[in-house]
């Protein structure tokens, strides 16, 4: 999958939720039962078809609120699903498995559900091409990294994590080049990708008028994001960035639709990002069912 959360991080992530919840002042639970109390049951995926994905958010949520409770029969990541499966077992308190319920459905819901629709835009890339799919920075806010991990369980290729991890120069950032620097901003920015270069950053541009390709081919990048191309002139986009003399290597974006991915990927390029595999995943749909 090449992309791994510490427990630490998992467990961070889910105390928080824990706490919005306020999981431990759960006045129902707690009003009904002493803590003594034992119940057992099973998380049930109610859907037609699915990919498994957030069972250690889940086993975390369970976990952290009462070490007392045993789980077992949790699915690998990764793994399809469907109508009636279970997912995962649990035993222990009543109260603290009731407390920490919603908490471990939210994750699994949201998380597998950017799973699936992640592995609906992977299954139908062109076969033999090498574009892989990826996402954007469009996530949730304080939910990245579950996020992305949630893509890479799909099958995507997870972008950029933040503003550090690489360059990427934006139509806002020509804008104010152009007004600092008038038609001399294709050399300058170019002096700036070596700088950034020499420290091992990788650096994308983004395009999204053919017009102005010339002009960012010129500054040399590693990337090139040809942003809301029309399938009519993504064709002769990508061929000029092939033509160049330094190897660039191309990605798509801008309101990616599902059903122009196996079109898009036949040709030459390298990644296709869609902010939709976050920001518009339908939560898959589980319950928790004690007896």
Same mark, same amino acid.
Request: hydrophobic letters at 40%; one cysteine or more; a positive charge.
């Given at each position: 999958?090449?992309?791994?959360?510490?427990?630490?991080?998992?467990?961070?992530?889910? $105390?928080?939720?824990?706490?919005?919840?306020?999981?431990?002042?759960?006045?129902?639970?707690?009003?009904?039962?002493?803590?003594?109390?034992?119940?057992?049951?099973?998380?049930?995926?109610?859907?037609?078809? $699915?990919?498994?994905?957030?069972?250690?958010?889940?086993?975390?949520?369970?976990?952290?609120?009462?070490?007392?409770?045993?789980?077992?029969?949790?699915?690998?990541?990764?793994?399809?699903?469907? @109508? @009636?499966?279970?997912?995962? !077992? =649990?035993?222990?308190?009543?109260?603290?498995?009731?407390?920490?319920?919603?908490?471990?459905?939210?994750?699994?819901?949201?998380? +597998?559900?950017?799973?699936?629709?992640?592995?609906?835009?992977?299954?139908?890339?062109?076969?033999?091409?090498?574009? =892989?799919?990826?996402?954007?920075?469009?996530?949730?806010?304080?939910?990245?990294?579950?996020?992305?991990?949630?893509?890479?369980?799909?099958?995507?290729?997870?972008?950029?994590?933040?503003? !550090? +991890?690489? =360059?990427?120069?934006?139509?806002?950032?020509?804008?104010?080049?152009?007004?600092?620097?008038?038609?001399?901003?294709?050399?300058?920015?170019?002096?700036?990708?070596?700088?950034?270069?020499? !420290?091992?950053?990788?650096?994308?541009?983004?395009?999204?008028?053919?017009?102005?390709?010339?002009? =960012?081919?010129?500054?040399?990048?590693?990337?090139?994001?040809?942003? @809301?191309?029309?399938?009519?002139?993504?064709?002769?986009?990508?061929?000029?960035?092939? @033509?160049?003399?330094?190897?660039?290597?191309?990605?798509?974006?801008?309101?990616?639709?599902?059903?122009?991915?196996?079109?898009?990927?036949?040709?030459?390029?390298?990644?296709?990002?869609?902010?939709?595999?976050?920001?518009?995943?339908?939560?898959?749909?589980?319950?928790?069912?004690?007896?």
């Amino acid at each position: 999958m090449g992309f791994e959360l510490k427990e630490s991080v998992v467990k961070g992530i889910v $105390g928080a939720a824990l706490k919005e919840d306020a999981a431990r002042n759960d006045v129902t639970s707690r009003g009904l039962f002493n803590g003594s109390e034992e119940a057992r049951g099973a998380v049930i995926f109610k859907g037609q078809d $699915g990919i498994f994905c957030g069972g250690n958010f889940a086993r975390a949520a369970f976990r952290e609120m009462d070490r007392r409770v045993r789980l077992a029969g949790l699915l690998p990541e990764g793994r399809r699903i469907k @109508n @009636n499966d279970s997912v995962l !077992k =649990v035993q222990g308190p009543a109260s603290s498995i009731l407390a920490a319920e919603r908490a471990a459905l939210n994750f699994l819901g949201h998380l +597998s559900g950017i799973a699936r629709l992640t592995r609906r835009y992977v299954d139908v890339v062109a076969p033999g091409s090498k574009a =892989v799919i990826s996402d954007t920075r469009k996530t949730h806010p304080l939910l990245r990294l579950p996020e992305k991990y949630a893509v890479a369980v799909g099958g995507g290729s997870p972008h950029r994590m933040d503003l !550090k +991890s690489m =360059v990427m120069v934006k139509d806002n950032h020509f804008a104010v080049l152009m007004r600092l620097y008038g038609l001399k901003w294709p050399r300058v920015l170019g002096r700036q990708v070596q700088r950034w270069r020499s !420290k091992g950053l990788d650096v994308e541009m983004e395009v999204d008028e053919l017009k102005d390709l010339g002009n =960012v081919i010129e500054c040399e990048p590693d990337w090139i994001m040809l942003d @809301n191309f029309g399938l009519k002139t993504l064709k002769p986009a990508v061929q000029r960035i092939r @033509n160049s003399r330094h190897p660039i290597k191309i990605e798509i974006s801008g309101g990616v639709r599902w059903d122009h991915i196996s079109t898009i990927t036949r040709l030459d390029i390298d990644r296709v990002s869609c902010g939709a595999v976050t920001h518009s995943a339908a939560f898959a749909d589980f319950s928790l069912e004690l007896g």
